[in-house]
């Protein structure tokens, strides 16, 4: 009877009662006896399920990881507390929140048709998702003004680390509170029907119809369009003073460098939150635009699609910036130094790749130290 059972929820479930909804049920369920489930969702199809666990797994634990080292290295070495760290270690917490409290509990949402993680976490975890991509739209917004004040108005104070931790938690706080709409309208909705063996727990939005529309249009325009229109106005004008710049050879190409590596984190932002913001707004002014046999599929794969971006931005702020790199390759040394073997020591050079066996406390030893600290 799955089939039966999405198909009830095919039929505009947030808006109908239960008593609607298990009539639609019943007629259903007699007409729908013999045929292939795939027919009415392609997400039944065993196949695709395995691909899309695949693909959650990848995009969960490298996006994990590669954030979760971002946060250590910068939080860990001091040369690294800067404004514009500041704001990106708040980008790569917001991708460690969804790859570990949103995006697990979605796909088993998904792919078993059934909400399992009780009213509380009904309340908190789908109506937070959007939190994390309005956090980090807002924080590379900040970058874009904290660099703009820099480069185009060099004489002027520049923001300072306790102003930016302050401008953090402010987001945070704002990105929260406009989460809470959704969190008051989001019910559970349970359908016990012993006589027809049915028992299902939903998470489902529940508010009129129009109201919801403008929240969720105010939401896109606030939450994407605004902050990512005012990042590339400021991105262009430190563009037109940089070209513009004739003194300062060496300092104009370390800005153009960092400039373009967090150009690249908008572009990577932009790419990959823009279709599902668009697919949200599809199905919520035209819900029948897309054929409900690949509705949750389509969801999914835009899901995962721009979380890749959580993948994508360690490597962009962290592996294209020299001074990051330099200062993992100095933890990756630390924990080697740690590795003993017959009174010998195994460190790691970053100028040469390889790891040299020395003694403890020779000369050699303390000169690749220096070295390093330079």
């Given at each position: ?53 695949l693909l959650y797994v990848i995009v969960i634990v490298f996006g994990f990881i590669g954030n979760l080292l971002v946060v250590i290295v910068i939080v860990r070495y001091k040369q690294l507390h800067t404004v514009t760290n500041i704001f990106i270690v708040n980008l790569a917490l917001a991708d460690i929140a969804l790859c570990l409290f ?273």
């Amino acid at each position: 009877m799955a089939e039966a059972e999405y198909s009830l929820l095919s039929l505009d479930f947030e808006n109908m009662s239960t008593a609607d909804i298990l009539k639609n049920y019943k007629v259903y369920a007699n007409f729908s006896q013999g045929f292939d489930e795939t027919e009415f969702d392609i997400l039944r199809d065993k196949r695709w399920q395995i691909g899309i666990i695949l693909l959650y797994v990848i995009v969960i634990v490298f996006g994990f990881i590669g954030n979760l080292l971002v946060v250590i290295v910068i939080v860990r070495y001091k040369q690294l507390h800067t404004v514009t760290n500041i704001f990106i270690v708040n980008l790569a917490l917001a991708d460690i929140a969804l790859c570990l409290f949103n995006l697990p509990f979605q796909l088993h949402y998904q792919l078993t048709d059934n909400w399992a993680f009780g009213r509380i976490l009904c309340h908190v975890i789908n109506p937070t998702f959007g939190v994390p991509v309005f956090v980090s739209s807002l924080s590379i917004l900040a970058i874009a003004i904290d660099r703009f004040i820099l480069i185009v108005y060099p004489f002027k104070n520049r923001m300072t680390n306790i102003q930016a931790m302050f401008l953090v938690v402010l987001i945070t706080m704002v990105t929260v509170i406009v989460a809470i709409p959704l969190m008051v309208f989001t019910k559970l909705d349970i359908i016990d029907e012993p006589m027809i063996h049915l028992y299902k727990i939903y998470c489902v939005e529940r508010w009129e119809e129009k109201s919801k529309r403008i929240y969720a249009l105010s939401v896109f325009v606030l939450q994407f369009v605004i902050p990512l229109l005012l990042t590339t106005v400021f991105y262009s004008l430190i563009c037109i003073v940089l070209k513009n710049r004739p003194i300062k050879k060496h300092e104009t190409r370390r800005n153009r460098r960092t400039n373009k590596i967090l150009i690249s984190v908008v572009l990577t932002f932009t790419l990959c939150w823009l279709p599902w913001n668009i697919f949200g707004l599809v199905t919520e002014f035209f819900p029948k635009s897309i054929p409900l046999k690949y509705l949750r599929l389509t969801d999914l794969l835009i899901k995962i699609f721009a979380m890749s971006s959580a993948c994508v931005n360690p490597f962009l702020y962290g592996w294209l910036n020299d001074n990051f790199r330099k200062e993992f390759g100095r933890l990756l040394g630390s924990g080697l130094k740690k590795i003993q073997m017959n009174g010998t020591y195994a460190e790691y050079s970053r100028t040469t790749g390889y790891n040299h066996t020395l003694e403890l406390g020779t000369p050699t030893k303390k000169r690749i130290i220096i070295e390093d600290e330079e």
